[in-house]
């Protein structure tokens, strides 16, 4: 698939530099990591060696620095009421500001969180201080941080903040440090949340609308990923490439689109009795000729 960067997320067990490894053995020519245990709170310090590793063993590589995503924990919610839990994610997200910059990696992804029933404008406001505060810490440290993070649309759940392209918006206009914030579409939550993109013209006009409301600027990855659910069913769940309700015709739109094909592709998809990550990289392949 020349010219196309599009790989999976992979698995850093045995240390983040193992992931480049990972990647590369599937053909990866984009990747998409944790940088720590993505369902606990604690995260061990960086290993200085570990890092320098990851950052040699990138460099040599075919993968672009570009085109690896650090992805946040499961557990923080940016978007929560005041208090010790709301505090402890937005640390969190100013931690991996700091270790995507010590890994050299400039992409990093965010779940946008639950208001939890305290409506979508106070939901926003929190999200928005967590990340100017994060942002503002990074640069303290380094006035040199690179690392961009991206707000990942939701499957449109009760409470979530960020379903549709006017509530990013909302969200990227109240930011202060607008440089160093972007957009990761999910094609499964897009689908989810309303936008029908089973069709290379439903693509064509969600894009349209996107950039319309968000601009084409702010998009700097893809999750791709099919459904699932249906169209509006506001079903978080990934399905393999072609064999979901967004199906061939929609995913196939998405990576041979001019506004996107130049981004990394991230596949999110199951590894199950039915398909493999080996086989979701051969279906993306068909599918790109």
């Known amino acids: 698939m020349p010219g196309l960067k599009v790989g999976f997320h992979v698995s850093i067990a045995g240390g983040i530099s193992n992931s480049v490894d990972n990647a590369r ?3 990866c020519t984009a990747f998409q990591i944790f940088s720590r ?15 320098k590793l990851f950052r040699d063993k990138l460099s040599s590589s075919e993968i672009g620095q570009d085109s690896v995503i650090v992805h946040m924990p499961y557990l923080p919610n940016l978007s929560g ?22 890994l050299g990696i400039q992409n990093l992804v965010i779940h946008l969180g639950s208001h939890r029933g305290a409506g979508q404008g106070q939901g926003i406001t929190q999200l928005v201080k967590a990340i100017d505060g994060a942002v503002a810490s990074a640069d303290k440290l380094d006035s040199q941080n690179t690392v961009n993070i991206l707000l990942e649309n939701n499957a449109g759940q009760k409470n979530a ?35 029908d993109v089973r069709s290379a013209g439903g693509v064509k006009s969600t894009l349209e609308k996107f950039d319309k409301i968000v601009g084409l600027r702010e998009l700097r990855a893809i999750h791709l990923n099919d459904s699932k659910g249906e169209l509006n069913s506001n079903l978080d769940r990934h399905q393999h490439i072609g064999l979901g309700h967004i199906g061939p015709a929609g995913i196939s739109a998405f990576i041979r689109h001019n506004a996107t094909r130049t981004l990394p592709f991230i ?21 790109f000729k």
């Open 25 to 27: 053995k599937l053909g």
């Open 161 to 195: 903040i960020g379903a549709n392209f006017e509530e990013l918006r909302a969200i990227l206009d109240k930011i202060t440090s607008k440089r160093k914030v972007g957009v990761c579409l999910d094609t499964c939550h897009l689908f989810a949340s309303g936008y």
């Open 267 to 287: 596949m999110e998809t199951p590894i199950d009795d039915e398909r493999g990550d080996e086989e979701n990289m051969k279906a993306v392949a068909r599918l």
């Open 81 to 102: 009421p005041p208090g010790e839990f709301y505090d402890k994610s937005a640390r969190t997200l100013a931690e991996e500001m700091q270790r995507c910059d010590a």
């Open 37 to 51: 245990n993505p369902r606990g709170w604690a995260a061990k310090p960086l290993d200085p060696t570990d890092v």
